[in-house]
């Protein structure tokens, strides 16, 4: 008799839904922001590899930086679990949770492997996956299990709790589709920080996008599906940020290549380079270019320096919710004083050239500069006087490079400097060459300063506003 009883549990066992036995499940809230450098080690790890790896991990992805509805939960979750204010972080319950990259990427699996069930962590307490209403959960989430990932849309054409739950728990979702009324759609790409996530296939279920990987809809059966996360469709694409091209990094190089303020440094020194060697071009082109290859070096460390800073900033704050709209404004506004200088020029433009009060100071040092060693040490020197007019280019270039890995933003850098020295380069070679007296290289600048200004200023300008409107 008790082996009777025995199999007659199994059997009802084995015909209760899958969604209805939710033991097993470990289901965490993870919090992440795109254009956060640290979120871009985790997220492929987190949101691509776990799921896949872990079958009963349910992950509540609320990504702060793009989705303004999200960051005001990161403040009811601290009230809740105790978690402070980074990213990334995932959190399993009151004061356990894992923040961090490094912290993430050494003891997730460890942690993972540890637990056998987790409740999901919501702002009002954990609960089980049977008692979530999914349809009023916070924010914009995003739910990641298995070969697949849930995206919630609008509160419209609202679908069934227990439909939702069975999407993410069945380790069938084309059967489980099958039993719904859905709409096949385009897959999209879905953004993560640095990258994004590519999927095979995509459904539109009531208010919910629906993207796996796996058999498709069109040519699977009802049977037989029990892992669909094998065939090695996901990928996570190499394509760059929305908000980061060459176009754009290049056009600020640009501005800042014509800087009259930086030609005329160069132009001083090679004057007085001239005065004490006139008949010497070798010395001359040497000294040109040392002082070039300084000024590049110096620069390039300042660019990291630069995009560091936007990197702690964003990190430790919100603010990369508005960083972008603010890096914009301050091109436009770098871009009218450029334009106010052509309409009505002055030396020493405010925010566009070296202050009046630095320029003697800066011509009494430069004039003792007779050799390519003195270039080199000059070059150095010279970029504190040079900082006031080259740095409002440099510093929105930085902040849009700051969703690059610090490392992956040297070949930028590398590019965006060679374009700013390159008219210091013509000149050293032109002058060398005998195309050109020094003088006259300096005649021309004072001559069309006004027009330099004007082409500074236009860039700027339209590439503010073009950014501000969301163009590029």
């Known amino acids: 008799m008790k082996i009777k009883y025995l199999l007659l549990f199994a059997i009802v066992l084995a015909l209760l839904p899958s969604h209805v036995v939710s ?22 790890v987190v949101l691509s590899k776990l799921p896949e790896e872990y079958a009963n991990l349910i992950i509540i992805e609320y990504e702060i930086y793009q989705s303004q509805v999200n960051a005001p939960l990161m403040y009811d979750y601290n009230g809740v679990y105790n978690t402070g204010f980074g990213i990334p972080l995932i959190i399993f319950g009151k004061n356990d949770y894992i923040k961090g990259d490094l912290p993430i990427l050494e003891n997730i699996r460890n942690k993972l492997d540890s637990v056998k069930e987790n409740r999901c962590p919501l702002t009002n307490g954990n609960y089980d996956i049977n008692q979530i209403d999914f349809n009023n959960l916070l924010g914009k989430p995003k739910i990641w299990t298995k070969n697949r990932v849930l995206i919630k849309e609008d509160n419209q054409n609202s679908l069934p709790n227990n439909a939702i739950r069975e999407l993410i728990t ?14 096949i759609v385009d897959t999209k790409p879905v953004p993560i920080s640095g990258n994004e996530i590519l999927f095979g ?31 090695g469709n996901e990928s996570v694409s190499g394509n760059l940020p929305k908000h980061l091209t060459w176009a754009k990094i290049i056009s600020l190089a640009s501005v800042d290549a014509v800087n009259p303020c930086a030609l005329a440094v160069l132009t001083l020194m090679l004057i ?72 009505r020029y002055r030396p020493g433009g405010l925010m ?121």
């Open 201 to 231: 296939h995509a459904v539109r279920v009531g208010n919910w996008l629906i993207e796996w990987n796996g058999q498709s809809i069109n040519t699977s059966t009802s049977a037989g599906i029990t892992n669909e996360s094998s065939t």
């Open 272 to 343: 007085a380079i001239m005065t004490y060697n006139p008949d010497d071009r070798k010395k001359i082109v040497l000294s040109g270019l040392a002082f070039t290859l300084s000024v590049y070096v110096i620069y390039l460390f300042y660019g990291l320096v630069i995009i560091r800073f936007f990197q702690l900033v964003q990190t430790l704050t919100s603010i990369r919710l508005i960083l972008y709209k603010i890096l914009a404004v301050v091109a436009i506004v770098l871009g009218l004083f450029n334009i106010k200088d052509f309409v």
């Open 170 to 183: 069945s380790n069938n979702i084309v059967s489980t589709l099958k039993k719904l009324k859905y709409e």
């Open 23 to 44: 033991a097993e499940n470990i289901c965490v809230t993870y919090f992440t922001g795109i254009g956060c450098p640290h979120c871009a080690k985790t997220d492929p």
């Open 352 to 472: 566009t050239e070296m202050p009046l009060s630095w320029r003697p100071k800066a011509k009494k040092f430069i004039s003792k500069i007779t050799s390519p060693a003195g270039a080199l040490v000059l070059g150095a020197f010279v970029t504190v006087f040079l900082l006031p007019c080259t740095m409002g280019p440099y510093v929105i270039a930085g902040g849009i490079l700051s969703v690059l890995d610090l490392v992956k933003t040297i070949p930028w850098l590398l590019v965006y400097n060679f374009i700013f020295v390159l008219p210091m380069l013509c000149i050293t070679l032109i002058v060398y060459g005998g195309i050109a007296t020094v003088e006259n290289v300096s005649e021309w600048k004072e001559k069309n300063i006004r027009y330099l200004h004007l082409i500074a200023g236009g860039i700027m300008f339209l590439l503010g506003v073009a950014m501000f409107l969301g163009w590029i």
